[in-house]
Nanobody
Framework: QVQLVESGGGLVQAGGSLRLSCVVSGRIPNINNMGWYRQAPGKERELVATITAGGSTNYANAVKGRFTISRDNAKNTVYLQMNSLQSEDTAVYYC???????????????WGQGTLVTVSS
């Protein structure tokens, strides 16, 4: 079984910073893309940032220049450094990883349970 566990969420004042972490555990022959998504109250889940196995990154326009995604392949961990946080960043943040499944010889998408980030203005 593959599990994704996020940590690092919490309450922060506007302008502050938080660093989210997500550890992937279980039978993990290989992880391809990893990413962070968020869902604000009453809104649909949206992409925040993604990172390939080779380190190429992609960001939502709303977070460009403020958030940085990174990964440690040796630790099966993806990070999201969030700076200059705004009230609009308040949401549950979910990590996502494409993990290779040898029995079916394909990558399957896995999600974490989410971690709440609340930005007070």
């Amino acid at each position: 079984q593959v599990q994704l566990v996020e940590s690092g969420g919490g309450l922060v004042q506007a302008g502050g910073s938080l660093r989210l972490s997500c550890v992937v555990s279980g039978r993990i022959p290989n992880i391809n893309n990893m990413g962070w998504y968020r869902q604000a109250p009453g809104k649909e889940r949206e992409l925040v940032a993604t990172i390939t196995a080779g380190g190429s990154t992609n960001y939502a326009n709303a977070v460009k220049g403020r958030f940085t995604i990174s990964r440690d392949n040796a630790k099966n961990t993806v990070y999201l450094q969030m700076n200059s946080l705004q009230s609009e960043d308040t949401a549950v943040y979910y990590c996502n990883a494409d993990v290779f499944q040898p029995l079916i010889y394909r990558y399957l998408e896995h999600w974490g349970q989410g971690t709440l980030v609340t930005v007070s203005s």
